[in-house]
């Protein structure tokens, strides 16, 4: 643990300060000890240089299980690839001179894909997740003295409010049981004339043909190692088959997403192997997930709004994407009322 992380964290239960004990240190930073609360007395270990704050297993590590097998798969630095970043900067519309010297939070790094691009312009980051995916992080990007990763739970993160220039949110929100709670957790983090930017799935009437949904019922309670392994039995069979689908003139592109395969072909320029891997990552991620709830963007509209930030935009990218600036000076209002809130407009939008 870089030991500048320590003035940012806080006790995750009382919001005391948090101290180190016990401390074993490699190369300077804190390697294996204890975070005490100088209030409720709790302890939190630290483990291979990461503060732990939760302890995850089971099906709720799925995202651990991933990601530690395919650490380096969607990594630009690996595939060659400006995959991540332009994904990165499109949907938080920040640059990469925005970023340098300022501190940033990663709320879901999984492996790192998008810390590895916030590293490279100049910033200080904060990677959290709930998942031994931490780990993974670790091993990939841990060199950098300008990067701090916990295992913490988004709902209880041990991070002192508003402290943060730019904070972002990929491709997690729709995988927590309470995504307004999940969101309301994000941006509390930003600090007054800050930054955020978030993502979800698209609610749409034509997730109701995405055979994911028909599958995960089942899937989500297959054993991990069982799915993965039944998804390498998948992939070489159905991205051909996905692939020659999408060649029908006019309405391959909407027959090829009726097979239950992540299929890239003709998206990104990957190599047949790296065409074959992350279909193969993407699937099982589509299919193991315990939760996947699609939001409008109109009510990722409405909960900025709600949390009374400004220069509000959404829009689809692939994805549901919300972007917005909390103003210098403002009140925002507590969690409970965000309850109640529903989508504004006259209609939902169509995505």
Same mark, same amino acid.
């Given at each position: 643990m870089n030991r500048w992380l320590l003035d940012l964290l806080c006790c995750p239960d009382c919001e005391a300060e948090l101290r180190l004990e016990t401390v074993a240190s490699m190369e300077g930073n804190a390697h294996s000890g204890d975070l005490r609360c100088v209030a409720c007395q709790?302890?939190?270990?630290?483990?291979? +240089?990461?503060?732990?704050?939760?302890?995850?297993?089971? =099906?709720?590590?799925?995202? +651990?299980?991933?990601?530690?097998?395919?650490?380096?798969? =969607?990594l630009d630095s690996s595939s060659g690839l400006p995959i991540s970043r332009q994904r990165f900067f499109n949907q938080a519309g920040w640059h990469p001179e925005d970023l340098k010297g300022k501190l940033v939070l990663d709320v879901g790094c999984g492996a790192g894909r998008f810390a590895e691009i916030a590293l490279a312009s100049g910033a200080r980051i904060v990677a959290v997740d709930f998942s031994s995916a931490a780990d993974a992080c670790l091993q990939n990007l841990g060199k950098h003295s300008s990067l701090g990763i916990l295992q913490a739970d988004l709902h209880h993160l041990p991070l002192k409010p508003n402290s943060f220039d730019f904070v972002y949110c990929f491709g997690v929100l729709q995988h927590t049981p309470d995504v307004k709670a999940a969101f309301w957790a994000v941006v509390e983090q930003c600090k007054a004339g800050g930054r955020v930017a978030v993502d979800v799935y698209p609610k749409s009437l034509s997730n109701a043909v995405n055979p994911k949904y028909w599958l995960r019922p089942l899937t989500k309670r297959m054993p991990l190692a069982r799915l993965l392994s039944a998804v390498r039995i998948m992939v070489p069979v159905l991205l051909p088959l996905s692939i020659l689908l999408g060649r029908i003139p006019f309405a391959g592109r909407k027959l090829r997403h009726l097979v239950p395969v992540a299929n890239y072909y003709g998206v990104y320029p990957l190599s047949q192997e790296q065409l074959r891997e992350w279909a193969l990552l993407d699937t099982f991620d589509m299919l193991a997930p315990k939760y996947d709830h699609p939001q409008s963007a109109n009510t990722l509209r409405s909960w900025f709004a709600a949390a009374r930030f400004q220069a509000i935009e959404v829009f689809k990218l692939g994805v549901v994407v919300g972007r917005a600036m909390k103003p210098s000076q403002q009140c925002v209002p507590p969690v409970r009322r965000l309850e109640n809130i529903q989508p504004t407009g006259a209609r939902e939008e169509s995505l």
């Open positions: 709790t302890r939190y270990p630290i483990r291979n +240089g990461v503060p732990r704050f939760v302890l995850a297993s089971g =099906q709720d590590d799925q995202f +651990g299980f991933q990601w530690n097998r395919f650490r380096r798969t =969607q």
